[in-house]
């Protein structure tokens, strides 16, 4: 309890000096990033001249916890989805930009004469562009809009990807005494194990909790439930000799494909800005002046060779991904800077002891001076261009703008590509599911069932309850894919495409075969004949069972309805087009959006009432009112104001719909004025027509439009009349309406 004043004071300072630090950097208009780190160096002991931080340890703690969040709300703004989706373009650029400035980093790195673990950090440093400044950046000089900005955006979410491989790269780089490229590749392939794994799984389990938990959870509960999930993912991730921000990168993108990922990021985002807040602050305490003015030769060159490097290296991979060498340029410029990213490689290596204390300061203040060049890169793009326009041959430029390795070969054998990379990734994926259920079988369940029966009997039950699990994945690597549409064309296309198809069934009867296998001998003593025999014996009965095909059938449909279920509550609530536009038969038809106004005479018709489809041609798909989508609305649906109406049609039936409701609407009242509603003492006269009547047999309400409000009774005092009192001479009562309304009442009375 005694450390606990000391925290608390800590984050007061650091949280106050925060504060008053980011709003005189967004009064000047520059990153709020840069303002947390100057925050950081200002209560630091480096500065003599104000309060410093009392315990630098719980603030690194603090500080980590930020980082995981940080990529955690990473996670949630990624897509696996929309990486697929790009294309081979930035997928190219990226990987060029990153490997080039990698190299670039590690030659500089040793050309001052640093340690081989400061070069490969400091080339994993400078290889990452900040994705908040350039984003912010371009924002502010109004260059969002333009079409080199969203390639640019594209290769920042995929270099932030990267950053987090890399990252895992660096770390076993750092734990190994040698690594060699052995050891690289077995790296590489654990990332991808676990990545699979972790991403299968969790799009199968997780959107189906938070489904069924739905009507339980609130906006507490669900901002407590996805924080727990990231920092369980944290741990797991550390277990198997990942970083704790990989983990949570990984949370983040399975819960970013589920519905509630859009509360999840609104719930999370204080919490990732209060912690981001304090790992850039924790980032400015480390500036060192000292070290800065040492240093001051490298970090200037190094602040040239970013510049220089990316403006170069970054155009000619733009260059080559398809781009236009006008447009390269613009995309190579604006990324000619290092951010946050750089600051967590480099946490990275200083929390494994790898890298010197020096590195650390010189990243900060060469991030510093390239933020602040940015924009200037930005707008030196075009006169650069120009300029090289001028000097270079017409046909040196033509040539440049047809540099590409992006462009799609010659279809040749699409079907055969198409078929093999389907039954590629299928079977990758269900041999990891099925390699993890054997390991956690055999590592947990299995001395667990040791204990309970004698030796044999539990290898017995263990090897048979391993098999029941995996045989739905077993069998889906065999079959999947033999009934499809392109194994089908090939086998009647050509008798010489048979064999090859055949083999590939073989081939994955013999993957299949080998996992039973494996688990044959291990839990046995079976000679390899038998155990042969035994594996395919198992595969052959796992593929005629039809309780198996159905089992595996209702998994993979589950699997694609988790991974699809954010697209359709898109769909469902309007935020997107549904998935039929497209396959709409008929070329010149297809889906509008129309908002019906508020003062629309359409408000509280029926769709009969209206008669869109005689009148002009258009089917009504749906209707989409608050949080409520009516597909296929019936004749009797009553339209409301606000509603929103996907009609179907061609454009000359949309374009006369959209005149239509625009045009029919309700028209301003030009005595708007007389329409003041008055209050008026009335005396029932003896001769009136309304002497001896209840109120609705005066009519007072349908025939005059007014109300009556009360009963004088005494001089303050008003009483409610009953429906069924008789107006009697003398009654003084209180009357609302119109006043040409009130005159006409008051002339039969």
């Given at each position: 309890m005694s450390e606990l004043p000391?925290?608390?004071?800590d984050l007061a300072l650091i949280l106050i000096v925060a504060g008053v630090v980011t709003i005189?950097?967004?009064?000047?208009?520059?990153p709020l990033v840069l303002g947390y780190v100057v925050a950081g160096f200002l209560v630091s002991p480096h500065m003599p001249y104000t309060m410093s931080v009392v315990d630098r340890s719980d603030i690194s703690t603090w500080g980590d916890i930020g980082v995981m969040f940080l990529l955690f709300s990473l996670g949630l703004d990624f897509s696996f989805k929309k990486i697929l989706k790009m294309g081979m373009s930035p997928v190219i650029a990226t990987c060029s930009i990153v490997f080039c400035m990698i190299m670039l980093g590690i030659v500089t790195g040793h050309a001052f004469g640093w340690s081989r673990m400061d070069c490969m950090f400091l080339g994993g440093m400078m290889a990452?562009?900040?994705?908040?400044?350039?984003y912010k950046a371009l924002d502010d000089l109004g260059l969002r809009q333009q079409r080199f900005a969203g390639i640019v955006m594209s290769v920042l979410i995929l270099e932030d990807i990267l950053a987090i491989v890399l990252m895992v790269m660096l770390s076993a780089l750092a734990n190994g005494s040698n690594p060699d490229g052995g050891q690289m590749l077995g790296s590489v392939m654990k990332i991808g194990f676990f990545l699979v794994l972790w991403f299968v799984v969790g799009i199968y389990l997780i959107p189906w909790m938070l489904r069924s938990m739905r009507k339980l959870i609130n906006n507490e509960t669900l901002l407590i439930v996805s924080l727990g999930l990231c920092c369980a993912m944290a741990v797991l991730s550390t277990k198997v000799g990942f970083s704790s921000a990989f983990g949570a990168f990984v949370m983040g993108s399975i819960l970013a494909e589920t519905i509630e990922a859009e509360r999840i990021v609104k719930l999370v985002e204080p919490v990732?800005?209060?912690?981001?807040?304090?790992?850039f602050v924790s980032v400015g305490m480390l500036v060192d002046p000292e070290v800065l003015v040492d240093y001051a030769l490298p970090i200037g060159l190094l602040v040239l060779t970013i510049i220089v490097g990316q403006a170069l290296f970054g155009s000619l991979s733009f260059l080559i991904s398809g781009q236009s060498l006008k447009s390269a340029m613009q995309c190579g410029f604006s990324m000619a800077q290092i951010g946050e990213f750089s600051f967590i490689i480099a946490s990275l290596g200083l929390s494994l002891g790898v890298i010197s204390e020096f590195l650390y300061p010189v990243v900060v203040a060469v991030s510093v001076?390239?933020?602040?060049?940015?924009p200037y890169m930005i707008r030196a793009a075009n006169p650069c261009y120009s300029a090289l326009e001028r000097h270079l041959p017409g046909r040196w430029i033509a040539a440049l703008n047809n540099i590409t390795l992006s462009r799609r070969p010659v279809q040749t054998g699409r079907k055969w590509k198409s078929l093999l990379l389907q039954m590629t990734r299928i079977t990758v994926i269900y041999s990891i599911l099925s390699g993890a259920t054997i390991a956690l079988m055999f590592t947990f369940f299995l001395p667990f069932i040791r204990h309970i029966l004698p030796h044999w009997w539990a290898n017995g039950v263990c090897g048979a309850a391993t098999l029941l699990i995996i045989a739905p994945f077993l069998r889906a690597i065999v079959m999947k894919k033999n009934h499809s549409e392109e194994f089908k064309a090939l086998w009647t296309e050509s008798l010489y495409n048979r064999f090859p198809l055949v083999f590939t069934i073989l081939v994955r009867l013999v993957i299949a075969s080998a996992f039973v296998f494996y688990i044959c001998n291990y839990l046995t003593r079976f000679t390899n004949a038998l155990m042969i025999s035994i594996a395919v014996a198992a595969v052959a009965l796992m593929i005629i069972s039809r309780s198996l095909k159905n089992r595996s059938i209702r998994m993979e449909r589950m699997f694609m309805q988790n991974l699809r279920s954010r697209e359709i509550e898109a769909e469902v609530m309007g935020r997107k087009r549904p998935l039929y536009e497209g396959k709409l038969l008929d070329r010149?038809?297809?889906?509008?959006?129309f908002e019906v106004p508020e003062d629309s005479l359409w408000a509280g018709k029926t769709l009969r009432e209206l008669e869109l489809r005689s009148r002009y041609g258009v089917h009504i798909s749906s209707i989409l009112r608050g949080i409520q989508r009516i597909n296929i609305p019936k004749g009797g649906t009553i339209i409301f104001p606000g509603d929103k109406i996907q009609a179907i049609g061609s454009d000359e039936q949309l374009t006369a719909l959209s005149s239509a409701i625009n045009r029919e609407v309700q028209t301003k009242d030009p005595d708007i004025e007389?329409?003041?509603m008055k209050l008026r003492q009335i005396v029932i006269s003896g001769n009136g027509a309304f002497t001896g009547k209840t109120m609705k047999e005066g009519g007072i309400r349908d025939k005059y439009n007014c109300m009556v409000v009360g009963l004088e009774e005494g001089k303050e005092n008003l009483s409610s009349v009953?429906?069924?009192?008789?107006?009697?001479k003398g009654d003084v009562i209180w009357i609302v309406g119109e006043e040409e309304d009130l005159e006409r009442f008051s002339k039969d009375n």
């Open positions: 000391y925290l608390v004071k005189v950097f967004k009064k000047l208009k520059q990452m562009s900040s994705t908040t400044i350039i990732k800005n209060l912690f981001g807040a304090v790992f001076i390239t933020t602040f060049l940015t010149d038809i297809h889906i509008t959006d007389k329409r003041e009953s429906p069924s009192r008789k107006l009697m």
